[in-house]
């Protein structure tokens, strides 16, 4: 291809250099550098004329943005699994395919999510923080007293490909007995994991563990809020690694601080970042990481190859690896 006649691709933020590189050898490629997402007029003047956009979900595509980009978009790659920050129905009406990069990230956002459990479950970021803060003193017979594991119940909300590798560490590593809820029942990982297809209401008061990888849509938004948390147990563990929303931040810090369950660990919060005077960043028994879910080597390089292959596909009026939107 010649050089004046390369497609015109934006990339919103730096991604790891396989992707881009592939993207490079035929695509004239505009990366945002900054360490900061780009603000709404920055996104849309510098996408402006564009065939591509590699996003982030930190990026709102909407029907402005797709007026402003030009009539020529062809595809907005997503480099997430989820795609809740596009407008698909939209994208769909005016013939831009919508890609994104599942599969390659669930064994790592499953091990974020075990990690969260077992933190909280055993305190470790509490007792951790005692040290640095100079609070160690001797060894104490009832310090930091946290829960066991093994042979516990844990709450699976939405049984997924991440969902599944959660209850695949937490039935054939401890021993738990696994309920889930989902859009539909999986026999077969029933058969794996030997779950229980349950209510809601159910996963909630029966549950020792609550580990969220459903969707952020409609019915999700909102989920675990203030009638939720007072339905589970007060010794339960609260974890969400799938987005922000699905939780009522307010709701959940007052179900700490109230003693209604015992602990959460999230990798998502509403906003991302959380703001520095959020009431769950005082808490002893909440833990807040920012959104590392997928941040491994392999996996993180693995996903720019997929946004990537999307976009040069799409250019190419080829199938795309993973389109959430293909033609009909």
Not at 17 to 41: A, F, K, S, Y
Request: with cysteine; hydrophobic share 40%; proline share 5%.
């Amino acid at each position: 291809m010649a050089e004046d006649s390369k497609r015109r691709v934006f990339v919103s933020r730096r991604i790891p250099e396989n992707g881009l590189e592939r993207l490079r050898t035929l695509c004239d490629v505009d990366i945002w550098e900054g360490d900061l997402p780009p603000d709404r007029e920055t996104l849309c003047t510098r996408a402006a004329g564009c065939h591509g956009v590699l996003s982030m979900l930190s990026d709102a595509i909407d029907p402005d943005f797709m007026d402003r980009v030009g009539p020529q978009l062809q595809v907005v790659s997503n480099y997430a699994v989820g795609f809740n920050n596009i407008d698909v129905e939209e994208a769909t009406r005016r013939g831009i395919r919508v890609g994104n990069t599942p599969g390659v990230l669930t064994d790592a956002t499953a091990d974020i999510a075990f990690a969260l459990l077992i933190n909280c479950a055993r305190r470790i970021s509490e007792s951790e923080r005692s040290v640095h803060d100079g609070k160690w003193k001797t060894w104490e017979p009832l310090g930091f007293i946290g829960l066991d594991l093994v042979g516990k119940t844990i709450g699976i909300v939405g049984l997924g490909r991440i969902g599944q590798a959660m209850a695949r560490r937490c039935h054939g590593g401890w021993g738990m007995d696994v309920l889930y809820t989902s859009r539909s029942s999986k026999p077969e990982a029933e058969g794996e994991f030997d779950a229980d297809y349950v209510s809601m209401d159910e996963l909630l008061t029966r549950s020792d563990f609550i580990s969220v990888h459903c969707d952020l849509n409609n019915s999700t938004s909102g989920l675990f809020d203030a009638s939720a948390f007072q339905k589970m147990k007060s010794t339960a563990v609260f974890i969400n690694t799938a987005r922000g929303s699905i939780h009522n931040q307010n709701d959940l810090a007052a179900a700490l601080t109230n003693g209604e369950i015992a602990a959460a660990g999230l990798d998502v919060t509403d906003p991302e970042p959380i703001p520095a005077d959020d009431p769950l960043l005082d808490l002893q028994n909440c833990v807040v990481i920012p959104h590392i879910g997928s941040a491994t080597v392999d996996t993180r390089a693995a996903m720019a190859d997929i946004a990537a292959e999307n976009v040069l596909r799409a250019l190419a009026d080829e199938p795309m690896p993973h389109c959430v939107n293909p033609p009909s």
